[in-house]
């Protein structure tokens, strides 16, 4: 049965492609098939291009080596991580706490129909459906994820886009769901489960913006790299819950003596960027109030400066030629320069604490490293 849940302010940002098992305080049966039939609701969901969440694995997840390295670059192991996470903590967050003795097993999602929904005292809502020992017989499974499918997918969408720049035809949605129609135990995985297929022709100077299919497909590798580290929707409230006491959240930052950018209390991680890249961030790094796109040329001979000091080649006029390039305002160079030089931070880790370390502001506002500025080190005295 599809119904609506009314709920206070959530601490994360509901995903679409999410389908989250709530288990509310009726939940032993339901959860025990839950975990059981796991892989396949895992697999059936991801054949359609959805993440299904089951809070015990999500977290188990979150704490393999590398995925919590990306999402909590400060821990050490995954001992300093705190386990207090239940399956029914989005009912915490009922706009009518009396309402939660009421609520059975669930699958939760976050529809289109949940942005226009509006109810007095709810700033956020989701909706769900409920299941029971029945769903699990027969095509009882498929049948209630196939409904949050068609709930969630707008009916006039005949083309599906991956983060990756992927273009598939729908017809691939058929073949998925055929496979992924059995019950999958132990980690079994559909023969086409992570299946890649390039959307550019192999022959000839196939092009995406400008690219070439090398290109291309370095980024696209690097890009479903990072999607499936990062955390999205309700991982990114589980991944801080996991950590909330830890000790230290933002790792200090340290320029070297030769010009490296490290941050020690995150392993020693070193971001590395080009020399003019390196040099764009130093200046930033240098103005605390920020700087507004439109007052880059009053920073032109510092940021020469500063390049010079990196770049021991010396400032050739090719070189003057870009430092005058980045510093005119009408210029998209400097945009494409921050652009990357957030790249190479949301590379290393997740975008949650990242954001603290590069440069940041809206179009009119001055743009700032929002770092304090008592958590950076500068070991070199030129700069």
Known sequence: MLFTLYLNKLPFRPDFKQIIYVG????????????????????????????????????????????????????????????MVSNDFILDYLVQPEKRAEFTPSFLFYGPKCRDIQAEGAEDVMQGITISEETFRGNGLRDVLDEIFDEVKPKTDNVRFSIAFKLEDDTSDDKAREDGGKLLRDGEKSEEDGAQQSSLPDDAAAQYGGLNYQSWKLINEITERLEKLRTIGVESHIIEILFKNHKRRLSRLVITKDYRIVLPDYFGM??????????????????????????????????????????????????????????????????????????????????????????????????????????????????
Not at 52 to 78: D, T
Not at 281 to 306: C, M, Q, S, V
């Open 24 to 83: 509310g305080d009726k939940d032993d049966k339901v959860t025990q098939l839950v975990s059981r039939n796991f892989y396949f609701l895992r697999d059936y969901c991801e054949s359609n291009g959805y993440t299904f969440c089951y809070i015990p694995y999500v977290i188990e997840g979150l704490l393999s080596k590398e995925r919590m390295h990306y999402n909590a670059p400060f821990a050490k192991s995954k001992r300093e991580a705190e386990h």
């Open 270 to 383: 070193e971001i590395r960027i080009t020399p003019m890249q390196k040099a764009i961030y130093l200046l930033f790094l240098r103005h605390a109030e920020g700087i507004y796109i439109k007052d880059l040329p009053d920073h032109r001979e510092e940021l020469k400066n500063i390049f010079a000091r990196l770049y021991p080649n010396g400032v050739t006029e090719s070189w003057q030629r870009t430092i005058e390039k980045v510093t005119t305002p009408y210029d998209n160079a400097i945009n494409e320069n921050l652009s990357r030089i957030r790249s190479a931070f949301i590379g290393q880790f997740n975008d949650l604490l990242a954001h603290n370390y590069y440069i940041t502001g809206e179009r009119l506002e001055a743009r700032r490293i929002t770092l304090p500025r008592e958590m950076v080190k500068w070991e070199t005295e030129d700069l």
